[in-house]
């Protein structure tokens, strides 16, 4: 083997002990979760309440995560909200780099001003770059997007996320110029978004808007409908939130976050070449399994 795959493969064992020291493995389990749903490259589902890894495949491993990218440039949106440095209602003017973002959008116009609340939980429902770009350069500062990347990174040093990368704030993929300097594609890993999850569920703003199904922005004839990209908040009891991505390199990703009997769950699906085909329906099949295995633990532990 040569040296540099030795290295590499070091340097990922490393990432994936320091990962498992946040939570522990359950092994006990009644019945084991089983599926005929194989359409992922890698799965993982956390108990958070318990700080257990119910299930895992794949999990430490570095993909391409596309808007799943937008948890960590929200949780910075909402880290300089409660350090106060602004507020929900604080006025944000687009720039012109803003109105121009591509994919998934609002379709911000150049100078159109809007409230940090509003551009939110365009981001966080809809997964609208704009959105994100431009509450980005509110926490930067206008032109100055490449100190919000930096943050982005060094947030995630901070939170121990080894598996963590980050190149834009939107999660969009690379342009052919930005792969001509090498740039890639904003990458992650199922443990890395689990924790991440845990930091946003902390945020009352992030839970409300993303366990929202429906929503408007702006007023009159200019009205703009958001929709939330997880039907799982639609389709099945118990989930309230997160966050879904898309484009086709990274496949079709989702991190979704259930509460049930005072148990929190979180769920990664990463890779999916399709987001039909039964992936919600397997998420919620994940998730159901995970409850009722903390229950009878639960029931287990008064008994003794």
């Known amino acids: 083997m040569k040296r540099s795959a030795v290295i590499l493969l070091i340097i990922f064992f490393c990432g994936v ?143 121990k996320l080894t598996q963590s990368e980050f190149n834009y704030p939107h999660g969009l993929p690379p342009s052919r110029k930005d792969i001509k300097k090498g740039l890639k594609g904003n990458m992650s890993s199922c443990y890395d978004l689990v924790v991440l999850a845990e930091e946003l569920i902390k945020y009352p703003v992030v839970m409300k808007y993303s366990s929202t199904w429906m929503d408007t922005i702006r007023t009159g004839k200019n009205m703009f409908q958001l929709r939330n990209t997880s039907k799982l908040i639609r389709d099945y009891k118990y989930f309230d939130g997160l966050k879904t991505g898309f484009y086709w390199k990274a496949g079709f990703c989702i991190v979704a976050t259930a509460k049930k009997d005072g148990i929190r769950m979180v769920a990664v699906v990463l890779g999916s070449k399709t987001s039909r085909g039964g992936r919600n329906k397997f998420i919620n099949s994940l998730v159901t399994w995970g409850f009722d295995e903390v229950s009878k633990q639960k029931i287990t532990e008064i008994k003794k």
């Open 17 to 159: 002990l320091s990962a498992e020291l946040r939570y522990t493995k359950k092994t006990d389990f009644t019945k084991n979760f089983t599926s005929k749903y194989k359409d992922y490259k890698a799965v993982m589902l956390v108990d958070l309440t318990n700080g257990q890894i119910l299930y895992e495949k794949n999990a430490y491993e570095k993909l391409e995560i596309a808007s799943l990218t937008k948890m960590m440039s929200i949780l910075l949106v909402v880290e300089a909200i409660r350090d106060k440095k602004f507020s929900l209602k604080d006025i944000v003017t687009a720039s012109r780099a803003a109105s121009k973002m591509g994919g998934t959008q609002i379709f911000l116009s150049e100078n159109e001003k809007m409230s940090v609340e509003d551009l939110l939980k365009s981001a966080i429902m809809k997964s609208a770059n704009d959105a994100m770009f431009a509450l980005a350069e509110k926490v930067s500062g206008q032109g100055k997007v490449d100190l919000f990347v930096d943050r982005m990174n060094k947030r995630a040093k901070e939170l």
